[in-house]
């Protein structure tokens, strides 16, 4: 009797890596007038716990109930160096040592937050906004790009100095939803590419590509709103779940063609 000898092949898997939280902050501390003098014990989590922080701009912001609240005006929140430094040019650069190359290993990094509205039916919104300079100015329109979700459901986004107007909508509702932007690229460089896709609850509700402009490689950014008593929690950025390429043509044929020599072996 013939015996065919058996081959151990590989195993090969397509599917997607896991991202990894860079920061995390859950607000889980007592309720407070002064966000900037709040506890932060046991609130961070991730890689940058230590090296990050979160500080008010425009106004001085809030806890309750464990959110991060908002009050009234266009402000919002910064991330800045958890070095004692704090200021409105000492936010964090993305861009730089080994959180920058995390990120280009893993192409991009994904920002999300759930978020909470008063009401439902108003143009009120909040914001998320990359390439911020190194300063205070709220200003989406100074941003490589912002997108704005309301709470009547619509978006609206911004490329620097233009206006890209209304992206998809979303169901109103003054109950907690999630909202997740993947920002998908190569290189920090001015003039590279950047997809962001953003979803509200898991629907996609834009997908625009820009460039990174006039950063000289650095990448800041923030949250904003203009919606009184916005609440805010678990703000979260992670590196994107980067892709596992599927196995090439060439490869499968050729396992094909070596189960083939196999059999007629026997």
Known sequence: MKKTPFLLLPVIFAGSASAAVLFSDNFDTADGT???????????????????????????????????????????????????????????????????SAILDALGFTVSFDVTHTGNATTDWVSFQV???????????????????????????????????????????????NIQIDYSFTSFADGS????????????????????????????????HNDPNLLIDNLTVSTLGAAIPEPSTSLLSGLALLGLLCRRSR
């Open 34 to 100: 002064n966000f900037d003098a709040s506890d932060p014990t046991g609130r961070y989590s991730g890689t940058l716990a230590a090296d990050v922080v979160l500080r008010s701009y425009g106004a001085q912001q809030q806890i309750s109930g464990g959110q991060l609240l908002l009050p009234t005006g266009t402000t919002g929140v910064r991330f800045e160096n958890n070095d004692g430094t704090f200021g409105a040019d000492n936010r964090f650069d993305w861009a730089a040592g080994a959180t920058g």
């Open 193 to 224: 590419d950047v997809t962001a896709t953003s979803y509200v609850d898991g629907v996609q509700v834009a997908s625009d590509t820009f460039q990174w402009d006039a950063n000289s490689g650095a990448m800041h950014m923030e949250l904003g």
């Open 131 to 177: 390439g911020t300079i190194n300063a205070d100015n709220g200003n989406l329109t100074d941003d490589d790009y912002g997108i704005l979700f309301r709470q009547n459901g619509a978006t609206e986004r911004f490329d620097n100095s233009v206006n890209l107007g209304a992206g998809g909508t979303f169901t109103a509702t003054t109950t907690q939803r």
